[in-house]
């Protein structure tokens, strides 16, 4: 909806599609969407289409599993949390890369692992922060279209605090 409402024209694959499959559309930019379970598990079949996506410089957003999952394909971890989050009034401050001008937006989440910032390779930077227990909640990878949050823009808490997000990735599509 929020993707459309940016102005794409938006076509669903499945989480287990391959890198092939997913060039055979010839995206202007992919989107990682969120989705339950263990980064690691998914990362196995989604870990390696997303570095071949990153290879080949096409724009990259992802949200919640898929923040996770961009996280893991350029290098870095994810742990498990001791409280996950969960529910809408999550603040979350923009503090980096482009995202560097500290504002604080409300936000919804339903996770438990985290992307362990003290993980992230160069190249990578944290662009959001919990200011509830200052976990990683958004990155961006340096010289590629590529970002993600591990909050849910989606759901809008804010209500419209997060749809910049969209703007930019669509904005940014060529």
Partial sequence: RNLVKAGARVTVVPATATLEEVLSHQPAGVFLSNGPGDPAATGEYAVPVIQGLLERSVPIFGICLGHQMLAIAAGAKT?????????ANHPVQRVGGDFADGVVEITSMNHGFAVDAATLPAGVVETHKSLFDGSNCGIAITGKQAFSVQYHPEASPGPQDSFYLFEKFVGGLK
Avoid: L, P, T
Avoid at 79 to 87: A, E, F, I, S
């Fill in 79 to 87: 742990v498990k949390m001791h409280q996950g989050h969960r529910g």
